[in-house]
């Protein structure tokens, strides 16, 4: 059921004294300001190395479709396992409708609505809402557990419903990063987004607002921007995490392996995770989310 942002007001009071006692056993911003308290880690986090390059900015990782999909999921591709996610996090989401100079945005939050130690915004694909980013049991719990390492973490997630890649989707990420930006002000923003999603990622990196107010991005099976290098977020050098599996038949892991090696030589702060086997949404499924964002809260 859709709510207002005025319908989650009890909805976020409620999700403020469990955050508040999440955060008082976990280490709260505390952790945040440094390394993000692990959170199921023996099951995301113990990946195979293959292959290492670029003074480990660069790392092929092994995957396999029926260890990591048949084994990992009770139904595969749309229930995961019970013991790869935690459920207690809903108490803190909620679902609202952001009013951002005058464009309707349709946003799942994660988190605590203000002084947050840090904001996570994830952008879906082509088809996809924001149902997509909060949904606990796809893409083998990952979402769960990025929920729960932010919020757990005293920080906010926002999985928002883009329309359009266009500018027009541009515009509403935009005025999204400054709501949230004057939520939690002087506090880390970091975008990430997936696919066709990726397009809105580079018409971010272009505005200059918006840069000013990031921390870094992730883009997960993208489209490359060819003329990145003329952006705001470039000049800025905040830090950019690729991920991607070889075998993706949408876009070609070589085109994006491309710039990042191009970045590398200008001795830009990037790093590029390939699953080798992998498909067009390996990486959502298997990105490790806490050593990207703690990568990138650390820079």
Not at 86 to 111: F, H, M, N, P, Y
Not at 175 to 196: D, E, T
Not at 206 to 235: H, I, Q, W
């Amino acid at each position: 059921m859709r709510m207002s942002t005025s319908d989650c007001a009890v909805i976020s009071v409620i999700a403020a004294f469990f955050l508040s006692a999440a955060m008082l056993s976990s280490g709260g911003p505390a952790q945040a300001a440094g390394t993000l308290a692990p959170f199921k880690d023996e099951l995301f986090s113990k990946q195979t190395i293959l292959q290492t390059g670029d003074d480990g900015a660069f790392e092929v990782i092994d995957y396999d479709e029926m260890r990591d999909i048949n084994g990992r999921d009770q139904i595969p591709q749309k229930r995961v396992q019970q013991k790869y996610v935690a459920l207690g996090i809903r108490k803190a989401q909620a679902d609202e409708t952001l009013s951002l100079d005058g464009i309707k945005l349709d946003v799942t939050r994660v988190g605590p609505p203000q002084n947050a130690a840090f904001t996570v915004i994830f952008i879906h694909g082509r088809d996809g809402d924001r149902r997509l980013g909060a949904n606990d049991y796809s893409f083998g719990g990952n979402f769960n557990r990025l929920k729960n390492l932010a919020a757990g973490n005293g920080g906010v997630y926002y999985s928002p419903t883009v329309k359009s890649f266009d500018s027009n989707g541009v515009a509403a990420i935009a005025g999204l990063v400054r709501y949230a930006s004057a939520q939690s002000p002087g506090r880390p923003v970091i975008l990430s987004c997936a696919s066709m999603g990726s397009q809105v990622c580079w018409g971010i990196a272009r505005d200059e607002g918006s840069v000013k107010r990031l921390k870094g991005m992730l883009v997960m099976s993208g489209v490359t921007d060819p003329d990145f290098t003329k952006s705001a977020f470039y000049r800025a050098k905040l830090p950019l995490w690729f991920a991607h599996g070889s075998r993706d038949p949408v876009y070609a892991a070589s085109d994006q392996q491309a710039l990042f090696e191009r970045l590398r030589k200008a001795k830009y702060p990037a790093r590029f995770t390939l699953f080798q086997t992998g498909n067009h949404g390996t990486p959502i499924r298997m990105i490790d989310w806490r050593r990207v964002l703690n990568w990138i809260l650390a820079a």
